[in-house]
C-alpha cells in the first residue's frame, strides 16, 4: 500500500469535546441578552432558542454547510420577533463565537500533533466553525478546510477532494481522521481516502455504515504511534 503522504484532521469531538464549549457560548449569549435586551432573554431562553435554530437550519437547507449563518439568522429572528429590527448581530456574535473557541483539548490531542506534523502536512476538515488561531494550534496545520468556505459539508466527497487539491497529495495517500462514522469515515471513504475512526468510546462500527475503516483508534496517541510504526524514520 502507498505511504501516507499527509493527513486531514476533523476538529470538534476529535481534539476536544465539543459540546462544553457550545454549552458555555450559548450562556454567554443568554447572559448578555438578560442584561441588555431582557425582553428578548424573555421571550426567547436558552431551550427556545436552540429549537428556532433547528427550525432555522430544516427551512434554510441551502445553508446546511453554513452554522454561521444559521446562528445568525437565528438571532435576527429572536430580535424581530420582540419588535427589534436593529439586532445586535455583530455584538452578539462575538460573544458566541469567542466561547464556542475556548475549548478544552483532550490531553493526548497537543503531544500527538506535535508528533504528526513534525513529518506530515497536516489540513484540517471541518463542517463547524472552530477558529484554530483562537483556540492556538493553528501553527499545527499546513491547511484549514471549512465547510462555510468551501460551499460544502462532510460527508460530501468535494471537500475531501478540495482538501487533497490544498494539501497537493493524491486522495488515496491522505489520511482522514474523525470520529463521526457518517461524516467523516463514510465521506472520507467515498472520495477516495484512507480511513482512522478515532474512536474515543469503543463503540462498535455501525452496521448500516457499510465497510468499517482501516483503522479504529482510542486517541490520538495511537495515531502518531501506528503513523510512526508504518513509516519508521530512514
Not at 505511504?3 to 484532521?9: D, G, N, Q, R
Not at 429590527?85 to 455583530?90: L, S, Y
Not at 478540495?162 to 486522495?171: D, I, K, S
Not at 478515532?198 to 457499510?210: K, S, T
Request: aromatic fraction near 6%; proline fraction near 7%; include cysteine.
Amino acid at each position: 500500500m502507498a505511504p501516507i503522504l499527509a493527513l486531514t484532521l476533523d476538529l470538534d469531538d476529535t481534539l476536544w469535546p465539543v459540546l462544553p464549549a457550545l454549552e458555555r457560548a450559548d450562556q454567554a449569549v443568554d447572559a448578555w441578552l438578560r442584561q441588555h435586551h431582557p425582553e428578548v432573554a424573555r421571550s426567547w431562553p436558552i431551550e427556545a432558542m436552540r429549537e428556532l435554530r433547528a427550525r432555522v437550519a430544516a427551512e434554510r437547507l441551502d445553508l446546511a454547510h453554513d452554522f454561521t449563518t444559521q446562528r445568525q439568522l437565528t438571532l435576527q429572528h429572536a430580535f424581530a420577533s420582540c419588535g427589534v429590527a436593529d439586532a445586535p448581530i455583530d455584538a452578539l456574535w462575538e460573544i458566541y463565537f469567542a466561547a464556542r473557541n475556548s475549548v478544552e483539548l483532550f490531553p493526548d490531542s497537543l503531544p500527538a500533533l506535535q508528533r504528526i506534523t513534525a513529518r506530515w502536512p497536516l489540513a484540517s476538515l471541518t463542517n463547524g466553525n472552530a477558529d484554530l488561531q483562537r483556540i492556538g494550534i493553528h501553527a499545527h496545520f499546513a491547511h484549514h478546510i471549512c465547510a462555510r468556505d468551501s460551499g460544502m459539508a462532510k460527508p460530501d466527497a468535494r471537500i475531501f477532494l478540495a482538501a487533497a487539491e490544498r494539501l497537493g497529495v493524491p486522495a488515496q495517500q491522505i489520511l482522514h481522521v474523525g470520529d463521526d462514522p457518517s461524516m467523516d469515515m463514510a465521506g472520507a471513504r467515498d472520495a477516495g481516502l484512507r480511513t482512522a475512526w478515532l474512536n474515543r468510546d469503543g463503540a462498535r462500527w455501525p452496521d448500516d455504515m457499510g465497510e468499517p475503516p482501516e483503522l479504529d483508534l482510542r486517541d490520538m496517541t495511537a495515531l502518531a504511534d501506528w503513523l510512526e510504526a508504518q513509516h519508521p524514520i530512514p
